[in-house]
């Protein structure tokens, strides 16, 4: 079998999933953007994957990004950063990415309003959130969300379009249900406190969990190993 097709089964049983689980809880599938993480495969297997028609892609190095996009992306791919970023690295993030979903402190919400006022555009970004307060792990603390969201919306050249978060690993995905359920309600507690901003976008949901993810109502899943192996 070749790469292209084994990676075409990988993507419909991925897509058959998220409509699956989307059913379960009433939604659409179209409702949910498929970010497929290639930070461990090549240009290549990039371009294979675009070939079989997926257009959002998710990195977690600036550097590793930079290498492998340093040939033009089509015009219909959008690029997302989804790893902890260095505030000396956000202005090659914001001339390779569309997107940024770490966002998660002060420094990085400056380095990057900055960048992006130089670059004359407005960067969409996601406030990550450590939910399950996990040391290792970046994001901002949830106490901390109102504080942190209310930074990047004062700021002209970013816009808040919503929430990440990474889930502990557990062996069973059901255990990270409440993880999801917790972030959900953080989102309708920001849009309230926080009028006109849409914060519509919900960044959870990887290889081991995105079905959990999306039936606790996710519209974005970050999926690596299920499409690339
Ligand atoms: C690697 C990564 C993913 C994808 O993880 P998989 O388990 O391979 O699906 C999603 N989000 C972030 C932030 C990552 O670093």
Do not use: W
Not at 115 to 132: E, S, Y
Not at 163 to 171: D, G, N, Q
């Amino acid at each position: 079998m070749t790469l292209t097709t084994a990676l075409i089964e990988r993507i419909t049983h991925v897509q058959a999933q998220i409509a699956r689980a989307a059913a379960r809880s009433g939604r659409s599938p179209d409702e949910i953007t498929l970010v497929a993480v290639s930070k461990t495969v090549n240009r290549s297997v990039v371009d294979e994957a675009y070939a079989a028609g997926l257009r959002h892609f998710g990195e977690n190095r600036v550097q590793d990004a930079a290498r492998k996009f340093e040939q033009p992306l089509p015009s219909d791919v959008e690029l997302s950063m989804i790893g902890q970023l260095q505030s000396n690295k956000a202005g090659t993030a914001v001339r390779l990415f569309h997107r940024v979903e770490s966002v998660d402190r002060l420094s990085l919400i400056d380095a990057l309003d900055r960048h992006a006022t130089n670059a004359g555009i407005v960067l969409p970004v996601l406030l990550q959130v450590n939910i399950a307060g996990e040391v290792q792990k970046a994001g901002c603390a949830p106490d901390k969300a109102l504080g942190v969201a209310t930074e990047i919306t004062n700021r002209s050249s970013l816009r808040l379009d919503g929430l990440m978060m990474i889930a502990p690993l557990f062996e069973d995905p059901e255990n990270t249900r409440p993880f999801f359920k917790s972030m959900y309600s953080l989102r309708e507690r920001l849009r309230y406190q926080l009028p006109g901003v849409s914060l519509d976008t919900l960044s959870m949901g990887m290889t081991n969990d995105f079905e959990v993810a999306v039936e606790e109502g996710t519209n974005r899943v970050r999926i690596g190993r299920a499409i690339f192996g």
